[in-house]
């Protein structure tokens, strides 16, 4: 893999600590209950661009979430499943998504000073600063 420059985004922590891994991307909202498998970390809503694909030990890069309440329980499971990602990076903060995020236990930003779903594709790696809000991205070759 050839890798190019470092790209840094400088956002908002909201869950702290410090993970990296490679990023599966979504222009779509993530959705909760009903529309993932938490005990294998799989999307499986019917027409979710990333249906049967796994959130697993990936940087989740997203808008943001949908569906009820229900989201965090969802998320909560996959973390004691061990399916959880290893990192969140999103544009839309809800009280879903944070809990989410606080749930799972992982480093999590969002209001990044650019678009990071305009900067980073599935494959990418990326590193999560949750304490200081910084995204470091490394484009794939």
């Keep these: 893999m050839r890798v190019s420059a470092t790209i840094v985004l400088r956002g ?3 869950v702290g600590g410090r993970a990296e891994g490679e990023a599966l991307v979504t222009r779509e909202t993530i959705p909760g209950w009903g529309g993932v498998n938490p005990q294998q970390g799989v999307i499986t809503e019917t027409h979710h661009e990333l249906r049967g694909q796994s959130f697993k030990d990936k940087v989740l890069v997203f808008r943001g979430a949908k569906g009820s309440s229900g989201w965090s329980a969802m998320y909560h499971t996959a973390r004691l499943a061990g399916a959880a990602p290893k990192a ?3 544009n839309e903060m ?4 944070a809990l989410g995020a606080v749930v799972m236990r992982v480093p999590s930003v969002t209001d ?3 678009d990071p779903l305009d900067l980073i594709e599935t494959g ?4 999560v600063d949750g304490d200081l809000g910084i995204v470091e991205i490394q484009k794939r070759g």
Excluded at 124 to 127: G, R
Aim: charged content about 30%.
């Design 12 to 14: 908002r922590g909201v």
């Design 124 to 127: 990418d790696w990326v590193m």
């Design 94 to 97: 809800t009280t879903k998504v």
């Design 112 to 114: 990044l000073d650019r």
């Design 88 to 90: 969140l990076i999103f």
